[in-house]
């Protein structure tokens, strides 16, 4: 059997209320990469490989994407760059396969959340190995404390469908995201506008650390590498609580 026509695929695969939702969506997964997973799924929906298996070459990319910031210079960057995008190309895939073989399953969800994790923890501890440049010290304390943030803002998001689903409700649609306060709503507006809070994800991170290792080569130095980690560090600690009255202040949890 020769291999599905796009078209066909995409109508199965990419389904236009999870395309469109302003939550279920990385940008980047619309700007490219679901161009780029449809046509990697039209070949792996012909082969034996499990939507499972898939899954878990995402999860392996997104860690081993931290371990390269351990190599110094513009390679381990680069490096960090790349298996970064891989990440999102399988976290793309694995559900693509799934949706046209038919094989969704509690373990796949269950594992992408942790690859989620896992990856950008990984990454930004990486960072904090970096920035310390000897691997001990002050810096990597910062990644470390930079990853359990992104940790708590993630699980913060991942809690409101536990305490929903222990309550026999729905999972909440995107409307239901927005504060009841005009203004927390207000100054959510204000901050989306500047997108800041995007730098917070492993995808836009490891973009971050990518120009600060190109200023690193330029001036010899580790410092923009750490300004670049301090920065990240900051802006995801200002996340946590405003996250999480964004979170207390909508209709997420009613």
């Known amino acids: 059997m020769g291999a599905p026509v796009l078209e066909e695929l995409r109508e199965v695969c990419q389904p236009q209320a999870k395309m ?29 490989v499990t939507p499972d298996q898939l899954t878990w070459t995402m999860v392996v ?11 110094p210079g513009l390679t381990g960057a680069i490096l960090a760059v790349i298996l970064m995008q891989l990440f999102l190309l399988f976290d793309c895939v694995d559900g693509e396969v799934a949706r046209w073989k038919g094989q969704n399953s509690a ?56 305490a929903r689903a ?4 729905v999972v909440a649609d995107d409307e239901s995201t927005r504060p009841r306060s005009q203004g927390v709503a207000t100054v959510r507006r204000i ?10 994800n492993g995808i836009e991170a490891s973009l ?25 560090a900051v802006i995801t600690w200002v996340m946590v609580p405003a996250h999480l009255l964004s979170i207390l202040s909508s209709s997420r949890l009613r």
């Not at 950008?120 to 990486?126: E, I, K, V």
């Not at 901050?191 to 917070?200: D, P, S």
């Not at 971050?208 to 920065?231: C, E, K, M, N, Y």
């Open 61 to 71: 990319c997104g860690v081993a994407s931290g371990a390269a910031l351990m190599i």
């Open 107 to 162: 373990t796949g969800i269950y594992v992408d959340r942790l690859g989620a994790y896992l990856a950008d923890a990984a990454l930004l501890a990486g960072a904090g190995y970096r920035a310390a440049e000897s691997g001990v010290g002050g810096w990597l304390s910062i990644g470390i404390a930079t990853a359990l943030g992104v940790v708590l803002l993630k699980a913060s998001t991942d809690l409101v469908d536990v």
């Open 191 to 200: 901050a989306a506008a500047f997108k800041i809070h995007r730098v917070t």
């Open 166 to 169: 222990r309550r026999g409700l």
């Open 20 to 48: 469109e939702s302003r939550n279920g969506e990385h940008w980047a997964g619309r700007l490219y990469m679901r161009k780029i997973s449809l046509r990697t799924t039209r070949h792996l929906v012909r082969t034996p």
């Open 208 to 232: 971050v650390l990518l120009v600060a290792a190109v200023a690193d080569a330029v001036t010899d130095s580790i410092d923009p590498t750490r300004w670049a980690l301090g920065a990240l």
